[in-house]
Structure formats: C-alpha cells, structure tokens
C-alpha cells in the first residue's frame, strides 16, 4: 500500500524552492557575473570572458590578497592556540559549572560582533581606558596609536571570531573517547606522545572546523578594519565590498567572491576527508 | 597543567570576552561625553535614545524584519529538518551538503550573490527584500538546532502513529512539534538575535529607505564614537543576552 504522501511532497518542493531560488540561483549569477566586463553605460556587459581572472595577477590584488590572508591567517592561528587548551580545559571540566561555563562562550558567539568590535574601539581608542590607566600610572604621558593599525584589525578580528573556534573545538573533544587516551599511557607513552599521536589526530576535524570558521569571516568581515584599522588594512572583504558599491565593478568584485568560495570548498573538502577518515579508522578499531 | 594555572588561563579569556563589554556598559553611565574618566552617573544618554523618534522608526524596522524573518525561517528549517530526518527523497543529499555550506559561507558572498540576484530581476531594494535575504541566512540555523534535537526522537512513535492511522500531516502537527517545541523556539530566538544583528549581508540588501538599527549603528561609529553608541550597543547587547540564555535553557530541557 503506497499512498501519495501530500505533506512529504509539499515540504520538499517548498524547500527546494526557496533554497533553489535563494541560495544556488545567486551564485550561479555571481559565477556569471564574474565572466562578464562593467559596462560604460549600464552595470554589466554582457559578453563572456575571462579576463577579471587575469586581472586578479595585478599587483594591487596580490598584495590585498596577501595581506589579507597573512592578517587572517594570524588570527586564525592566534585564536587556535589560544583557544585549543582553553575547549580541552572546558571539554574536560567534571563541575557542576560546566553548563555555566560554556554558556558563557555561547554569549560572545551569538552576540554582534560590530558591538563587539566596537567595545574594542572604545578602548584603544586615544582617550580609551588602555591610555587612560597608562598616563594615570605615569607609564606614557602622550596617549600611544593604538586604534588604527593592523595589530588593531587581529585584535579586533581575534576578539570577535575566537568563540568561532572554541564551539566546534569543544564539540569535538567533548566526543573525544578517554579509554584511548588511557590506553595509550599504559603502553608507555609520554604525555607529548599521547597529544601528537592521540589527542591531536582525533581532533582534528574540529580544529579544521575551527579554522574554516575564523579563518573565512577574518577574510570578509570589513567593518572590522573600516572600525579599527582607518582606511590602511583592506581585506579581501574590504575589496569585494568597495567593488560593488564604490567603484561599481561588479564582474570585478564577483571574481574575487569566487576565489573566496573556491577557497570555502577547498577547506570544506579537506574538513570531510579528515572526518570520514577518522570515523572509518574508530570503526576499525571497535 | 595544574589546578591553578588552569584556573587562571580560564578566567584571563573569559575576563578578555567580558571587560570591553562590561566597559562599554559602565561608560554608557557615565556624565561625560568625550572624556573615559568617570563624572558620575547619567541617564541622560538612555533619554537621550528614548527620545529620537528616527531611531525609534529604525528600531521599528529591526524588529518587525527580526520577527518576520525569524517565523518564516523557523517554520521553513524545523520542515528541513524533519524532511531531511523523515523522508527519502531525490536530492536529500545536495540538501544536507547545501545547508552545511550556507552555514559556513562568509556573510559576504551570500550578501553579494543576492544583491546580484535583486538587480537581474529588477526588484528594488528594501524591505522585502531585505526581509527574503535573513530568511535564508536564517534557515540553516534552525534545521540544525531542530534536527539534532530530532536525532535523540524514538523512530517507533512515527511508526505506532502511521499504524494508528495518522497521515503525515497529522504526525508532524500532534507528535513532532509538541515533542520538539522547545528546540524550536530556540531556533525562533536564534533566529530572531541573527536578523537583529546582521551587518554584512543587510548592507548590501537594503535601500535607503529602510535602515535597520545594525547599519544605523555601523554609519553612527563611522562618523564618531559618542555616549549615544554607548548606550545603544548596551541595550542591543542586553536584549541579545536574554535571548541567548532563554534558547539555552530552551535546548537544555530535557525531552
């Protein structure tokens, strides 16, 4: 007996729907766009090519790439090694404040991170609290730079992207078996061995997660350097936003949002290989 | 590591989360308007707030499009789930995969594309289709926080209500939704803090004509920072909060 099942149908085609037209529908423009060229008159011309993808080797990209990924880059890993003992210590807490605990990194997470970034402005700034208390101390007399510069923008971006890294960090060694960990000490082997040959592997679909999550906003998130940073630090976000709504080059600007996805796809494909592998290697092992 | 310096790694990060913030909220207090030394205490930036009738309609619009928005998705992501959870169905893969990914796209990419999207069809900027754009930002969320709720469901309910005679309608409205209530209003809170928030994709979804308070905010600190901005973020920042800690007590309910 198989009857037509309405509400199966109903669901699935609404979904499909509104994701279709909002989610994959755009980004095919955003690919098409990015083969096209700005027009003199209108926005686009509609003649395919693939020169955006050449001009991409001019040195003024290069060098906001680069820059980009190096700023991102630091706090990425300034976040990881920072906030890897921090999710083992809270993944390992046998309190009765470990509800308390974690929730209060799940506060920063979903909180805006423009107030945030904006908290942070209020203190660097030249009559912030840091100058404030130094000149109090008699440590300085003149209030020192700090707002504007690209140790700003990491601080800023290390600020507001850092429970980016905890959650999926703690999620995973939350999971983590402890019977391998004691296994492994039994049999002899150091506490630095355990960590690089245990801990470390198992981990490290979260510490890949982690890094896809810091690492992908670090690179997009452009008021962070427009609040911190004045106009010095772009990013690549910085670029793609001032493609679009200042210098109105969209097929410029839609190229570098490619190279953005294709870098997402490249960090999602690494995160599934190391996840199917680890949970094929548990499998063995039981 | 020992209990102590344990202790105290822990404290030094949750003191570098919590004290801008905490700053932030005390100086909004405070009876000065440039300087960080204290003047005593003020309401006077609150009234100040109170009393702007463009910021009142600017807040108006946040929170209808955090409302609207945060419905819309909940009812659209709790059927994703229960749909990606339930059915066998032509694409149910392609699905998974593409909410993984709109969950880890940078904000920009979806901002642009949709900017792309209303400009082909020639839709003008405002408010639906800013309303359309944190409806889909939105979705993933709730699938996510619905469906992993759903996982720890015991299939033979669905099984005892099908040989009970139950349609499928009849099963989602009197056995899924009573069960999974409290994930879902967690993904409706979720869902409504995410809209009210937004910076990247709304600033290039929406007109002139329909500023929300995320952007407002976003020009206000471009131009300077001010006690105004202090207090503005305070409050935005208290009405997150309380969001936040409800949905966690939401998922934490035991099923």
Redo the contacts between chains.
Sequence with gaps: MRQINIFKKISVITIWLWLGFFALVPNVLVMITSMLQQGDNELVRLQLTLINYFELFDTIYVRIFVHSIWLAGLCTFLCLIVGYPFAYILARTHHRYKGLLLLLVIIPFWTSSLIRSYAIVTILKAKGIINSLFIWLGIIHQPLQLLYSGSAVVVGLVYSLLPFMILPLYANIEKLDMRLIDAARDLGATKLTVFRKVILPLTMPGIIAGIMLVFLPAMSMFYIPDLLGGAKTLLVGNLIENQFLAARNWPMGSTVSIILTLLMGLMLLVYWRSSTKINKEQQELI | ?NRLS?LS??TL??L???V??V??IV?SFNNST????WHGFTWQWYQQLIADTDLQSIAIHSLIVGILAATAATI?GT??A??LF??Q?Y?KKL?HT?I???I???????G??????Y??MKISLGFCTLL??H??FC?PFVAVTVYSRMTGLDKNIFEAARDLGA???TI?LRIIIPLLWPAIIAGWL?SF??S??D??IS??VTGPDFQIL?LQ??SM??LG?TPE??AL?SV??SI??LI??VS?MML?KKQ
């Design positions: 590591m344990k790694y822990m990060i949750y570098f989360f919590y801008p913030i700053i932030l100086y440039y300087s960080m030394l659209m059927l994703t229960v749909t339930r059915y169905f694409g699905l593409l993984f990914i709109l880890v796209s940078p904000d920009i990419v979806m642009i594309s949709l900017l792309i999207l400009s082909t359309f754009a409806i889909t979705i349609k499928d309608f989602f979720l803090t995410l009210l928030d910076v990247i600033y290039f995320p905010i976003f600190v471009r920072i901005i202090n973020c935005m920042f997150t909060l936040v800690i966690q934490r």
